[in-house]
């Protein structure tokens, strides 16, 4: 009997050894080899849209219309057909650190968004008028809106497309919401007290840190645009 309740021990002794060495390299997993995987993943996509940049002018942004001379204009942008699953701009938001820089695919499907962030393909394109919206991982795949809640009124959010800088400038600190409010992604979102059409961003991010039950939104308006070719602009220069 005795010989039977210590098998019967060392056994469970030993199925919960391995539970919890399975917990721990899952937690690995997820907290670290999922980040370099992405990081590596959002690195090759900035790589690859600054290369495809450099070998000639970049038209399909602006094409036809005219363009910007100086930061504080806002060259209106036709609609541009993006590509789905392919990067198309680099965000930088320097709230986030000044090596912070992400590439924005289009799409926002679970692929998608391993390998940066993701433009809802029914919203507004970059600099366009309407709502320009992208969503991002909170954490996981490479932790991209982390900082999210570190937000603030007046905070820069650059882009670029290879032809253009685009400055927006965050309108209020983040709104938390729930998944089913799609009204944050509408032309005009009403809650974030824009009254009329313009050219704004919508922010989205899960809630809490660590779950997805509700939703983190930040609003922006589009603040100043700026030819790639004067350099970078004074939000990203100092």
């Not at 690195?43 to 910007?68: F, H, M, Y």
């Not at 008028?129 to 992208?134: A, K, R």
């Not at 007290?193 to 509700?214: Q, V």
């Not at 939104?217 to 100043?224: E, R, S, T, V």
Request: proline share 8%; aromatic share 10%; charged share 20%.
């Amino acid at each position: 009997m005795a010989g039977t309740v210590r098998l019967i021990v060392r056994t469970f002794s030993e199925v919960c050894v391995t539970v919890g060495t399975v917990i721990v390299l899952f937690v690995v997993h997820v907290l670290f080899w999922t980040g370099v995987r992405a990081d590596a993943a959002m690195d090759g996509e900035i790589g690859r849209l600054q290369e495809r940049w450099s070998t000639g002018p970049v038209t399909d942004a602006t094409q036809g219309q005219e363009k910007p001379q100086q930061d504080g204009s806002a060259a209106e942008h036709g609609p541009k057909p993006y590509e789905s699953g392919k990067a198309f701009a680099v965000m930088y938001i320097p709230r986030f650190g000044g090596s912070w820089a992400k590439p924005v695919l289009e799409g926002t499907g679970t692929g998608t968004l391993k390998k940066g962030l993701g433009h809802y393909a029914r919203t507004a394109p970059l600099g366009g008028t309407g709502n320009f919206s992208v969503a991002g991982h909170r954490r996981t795949y490479g932790d991209p809106f982390k900082d999210f809640p570190e937000l603030r009124p007046g905070d820069a959010v650059v882009l670029t497309d290879g032809a253009t800088w685009f400055t927006y400038r965050i309108d209020r600190k983040p709104y938390r919401t729930l998944p089913s409010d799609t009204g944050v992604l509408d032309p005009v979102p009403q809650k974030a007290g824009f009254g009329r059409p313009g050219r704004y961003m919508t922010l989205t991010t899960c809630e809490p840190e660590w779950g997805h039950s509700h939703r983190l939104i930040a609003w922006a308006h589009l603040d100043a645009t700026r030819p790639v070719e004067r350099g970078k602009p004074a939000a990203l220069r100092s």
